[in-house]
């Protein structure tokens, strides 16, 4: 029933930006946080960015360079990518739990149920 729909990937050179987009559909119930994920070649999936109810939490590796935002009124997530750098390029998914889902480990993708098909992010060097 719920959809995610990732869009804004592309390429770019090291050093630009890019915002990425995830609309949401189909819930019945309250959403208390969502997130982005990103899988590279031959890496595992990782937490990239979450944001819940007054809190959001970073990776280590795009701590400022990336902020995550919401637009409640338009069901969109997004996830805004400034100064990026090679080891970025991925593919990058939005995520969301099941209703009422709490979580202390947001950046861990057991704590989500619902996931996007993906946006390609390429940065060259």
């Known amino acids: 029933q719920v959809q995610l729909v990732e869009s804004g990937g592309g390429s770019v050179q090291a050093g630009g930006s890019l915002r990425l987009s995830c609309a949401a559909s189909g819930y019945t119930g309250n959403t208390y946080y969502m997130g982005w994920f990103r899988q590279a070649p031959g890496k595992e999936r990782e937490g990239v960015a979450t944001?819940?109810?007054?809190?959001?939490f970073y990776a280590d590796s795009v701590k400022g360079r990336f902020t995550i935002s919401q637009d409640n009124a338009k069901n969109t997530l997004y996830l805004q990518m400034n100064s990026l750098k090679p080891d970025d390029t991925a593919m990058y998914y939005c995520?969301?739990?099941?209703?009422?889902?709490?979580?202390?480990?947001?950046?861990?993708?057991?704590?989500?149920?619902?996931w996007g098909q993906g946006t390609q992010v390429t940065v060259s060097s």
């Open positions: 944001i819940g109810n007054g809190w959001t």
């Open positions: 995520a969301a739990p099941g209703a009422y889902r709490t979580t202390s480990s947001p950046l861990r993708g057991n704590e989500y149920d619902y």
